[in-house]
């Protein structure tokens, strides 16, 4: 059984940076795609950024326009965890945030129908 259990959420100022987790349990293979998705009240649900399991940077990592050059999305295979490095947040960048699985190559822009697995999200607030 997969599982995935966000972490890092939290409140911050404008310009300010978070750091989430996403450990996956059960999610283990050798080619396989994670995604971070955000959703705001009465928005929807969308990614934010996404990383396959091999190739270079430049062809294995999504960012949404919005967020390039602000956040990095890493994982770590020997732990199973894929993080998202927040930073210069802004107010727009506030909501929930959902890790998301699955095994195989996602494609880019990633949607929520490409991933099979998502975590319960955690909180994250950006005042001014």
């Known amino acids: 059984q997969v599982q995935l259990v966000e972490s890092g959420g939290g409140s911050v100022q404008v310009g300010g940076s978070l750091r989430l987790s996403c450990a996956a349990s059960?999610?283990?293979?050798?080619?396989?795609?994670m995604g971070w998705f955000r959703q705001a009240p009465g928005n929807q649900r969308e990614g934010v950024a996404a990383?396959?399991?091999?190739?270079?940077?430049?062809?294995?990592?999504y960012y949404k326009d919005s967020v390039k050059g602000r956040f990095i999305i890493s994982r770590d295979n020997t732990k199973n965890t894929v993080y998202l490095q927040m930073n210069s947040l802004k107010p727009e960048d506030t909501g929930m945030y959902y890790c998301?699985?699955?095994?195989?190559?996602?494609?880019?822009?990633?949607?929520?129908?490409?991933?099979?697995?998502w975590g319960q999200g955690t909180q994250v607030t950006v005042s001014s």
């Open positions: 998301a699985a699955l095994r195989g190559r996602v494609s880019f822009p990633p949607t929520t129908e490409d991933f099979s697995f």
């Open positions: 059960g999610f283990t293979g050798s080619s396989n795609s």
């Open positions: 990383i396959r399991s091999g190739g270079l940077d430049s062809s294995r990592i």
